[in-house]
């Protein structure tokens, strides 16, 4: 008897956990697609709650504030980032590091960081309302995008502009590697965009072709690679 006693909350704890655990994760799916589609100004608690199916006090037990929710679904997409680009980053770092490292393995590794930032705008659940919060820090100064830019730039942004200036032997400092290396980022960000998806649907483009999207960005990144390389 004693040891049911003693037994029944260690039983009855992981399913509590995981009640839990469910509850805020219904709660951050909502707020996901209901700030993608609102805004942090528009969307409102109640409605997130609503949408979660939980009472209004959930939100401040799991998160504390409207502000904590946002910066948790913030946090959610920089770990995502970063699983995904885990894969090619420490390669990039390993041949950045290399003094012997030729320019045609810094360009491949290029076109693998870009490659790896269309699976990142192109994969994972509510992947729609992910790249809207992606296309709405670009023009937001909302709490909790600080991080997603910060995460931008140690993920994407400097890993390529290192390659793209040490395949062109130029500094990173240089304002034409700055800028050249924002257009190749560009061309993987206006996927973010889904007002873009109109455009698509109009020359029979609605279904979303992954690998064909990575083989322009590619050959775009080569081009753009070519035309930075002065002639000798």
């Known amino acids: 008897m004693i040891e049911t006693q003693a037994g029944s909350p260690t039983r009855g704890r ?3 956990q995981a009640r839990g655990e469910d509850t805020r994760r219904r709660i951050l799916e909502a707020a996901l697609d ?12 109640r409605q997130i709650a609503e949408g979660a199916g939980v009472n209004l006090p959930a939100i401040q037990y799991y998160f504390g504030n409207k502000e904590g929710l946002y910066r948790a679904i913030i946090e959610d997409i920089v770990a995502d980032t970063e699983r995904h ?49 992606f296309a709405r820090a670009e023009v937001e ?11 931008g730039m140690q993920q994407i942004f400097n890993p390529c502009l290192a390659l793209f200036a040490r395949i062109h032997g ?17 061309q993987v960000v206006i996927f973010c965009n889904n007002h873009k998806r109109p ?34």
């Open 85 to 133: 680009m885990s894969g090619v980053l420490p390669r990039v770092r390993a041949a950045l590091e290399d003094p012997e490292a030729q320019a045609t393995e810094l360009t491949e590794l290029l076109c693998q960081t870009l490659e790896a930032f269309v699976t990142v705008v192109t994969s994972g659940p509510q992947v729609d309302s992910r790249r809207l919060i």
């Open 34 to 45: 209901l700030f993608a589609a609102h805004g942090y100004e528009g969307a409102s608690t």
């Open 170 to 186: 130029k500094s990173e400092a240089d304002p034409e590697m700055t800028m050249r290396t924002m257009a190749l980022i560009g």
């Open 199 to 232: 455009i698509l649907k109009a020359v029979g483009l609605e279904g979303e072709n992954v690998q064909l999207m990575k083989q322009i960005v590619r050959e775009q990144t080569l081009a753009i690679c070519r035309a930075a390389t002065p002639e000798k």
């Open 141 to 151: 100064e909302t709490p909790g995008l600080d991080r997603m830019h910060e995460n």
């Open 14 to 16: 992981p399913a509590t």
